[in-house]
């Protein structure tokens, strides 16, 4: 049985970044994920978008985030287990253990869970079935890609036209479609998509894909509201419908639940000995769901952990810059 003093539960950015304060409090660390790679939801998402809210870049794309946080934690040898998942948890004597799925069983000293929203799964374009990978996706890992092609984004959220911003440097035309005449995204974002001349039809509906000779996409049919009908041109779909999410096995861990979140105190402690939670999967009042407030709760967790681990340790370790 593999032991570690600490188990991380999801290795998206608040994942890692505790991974790397672990190891800089000296502890070793393991890091699981349902996943195949790191980097959680921005890998999964949105690797190639632009985010804006990280303390000290002005800008960053996703994929050279979450390469620099893999970075940052790498001297201190973190565990890997992508493509795990963690299913059953129980308080074993002074520590944890972890059932993983295939039945390999962890012992850590302490669990931090920063699994994000848990589990997503994209809603569905009923239209687009059976031409997910062939012309249809739900997120854009490479703009690349989509270099010289025609792309229609379906959908009127920020990631919808996040992806707009995105490919239109790149494509040769992008088109948003989406089946109201107002829109769930940002109205600053909404403006810059406006201001790039992409079009907007809106109080409309895909209807239909349609194929090529060779089978590959070349349009889609839309309906528009009162009946009119257009063809638009198209050499791939992102269906940016959003996505459902649950906690999957963590659900019956016994931990307090809020709102699909998991309910902490001060010290980022849950309802059970041991067990801590960090980032969008941690709730408490005045909570604020971003990648700069994981990396804080990811930090208080750990140092507080070290302290559960060790009673003599000190809570606060000093500065990284006065390390040696």
Not at 44 to 66: C, Q, S, W
Not at 306 to 320: C, I, K, T
């Amino acid at each position: 049985m593999d032991s570690y003093d600490l188990a991380v539960i999801g290795a998206g950015p608040t994942g890692l970044f505790a991974a790397y304060y672990a190891g800089f409090r000296g502890l070793s660390m393991a890091v699981i994920d349902s996943l195949p790679e790191p980097g959680g939801q921005v890998t999964a998402m949105y690797p190639e978008k632009m985010i804006y809210d990280v303390g000290g870049f002005p800008a960053v794309r996703g994929r050279d985030l979450v390469d620099g946080l893999v970075a940052q934690a790498e001297p201190w040898r973190p565990g890997y287990l992508l493509g795990r998942k963690a299913e059953k948890l129980e308080n074993v004597g002074d520590g944890v253990e972890l059932t993983l799925d295939g039945g390999e069983v962890l012992r850590a000293g302490a669990v931090l869970i920063t699994a994000g929203i848990g589990e997503f799964t994209p809603r569905p374009l009923p239209a687009g079935d059976g031409w997910l990978g062939r012309g249809m996706v739900h997120f854009v890992p490479s703009l690349a890609a989509h270099a010289g092609q025609h792309v229609v984004v379906v959908g009127g959220g920020d990631s919808a036209f996040d992806w707009c911003l995105a490919l239109h440097p790149v494509a040769a035309s992008v088109t948003l479609v989406h089946r109201r005449a107002r829109f769930r995204a940002a109205e600053s974002i909404v403006r810059q998509v406006r201001e790039l001349g992409v079009r907007l039809v809106t109080d409309a509906e895909v209807t239909s894909f349609v194929a090529a000779p060779g089978g590959e996409l070349t349009a889609v049919d839309v309906e528009v509201k009162g009946g009119e009908k257009e063809q638009l041109r198209a050499d791939a779909v992102v269906a940016a419908l959003g996505f459902t999410a649950d906690l999957g096995p963590i659900e019956s861990w016994g931990l307090e639940i809020d709102h699909r979140a998991i309910s902490v105190d001060s010290t980022m402690a849950t309802a059970r000995p041991r067990v801590y939670a960090a980032g969008d999967v941690a709730a408490y009042p005045g909570k604020v769901k971003l990648i700069a407030t994981g990396f804080g709760e990811a930090a208080t967790a750990v140092n507080n952990i070290a302290v559960a681990l060790n009673p003599e340790a000190h809570l606060f370790p000093g500065h990284s810059s006065n390390a040696e």
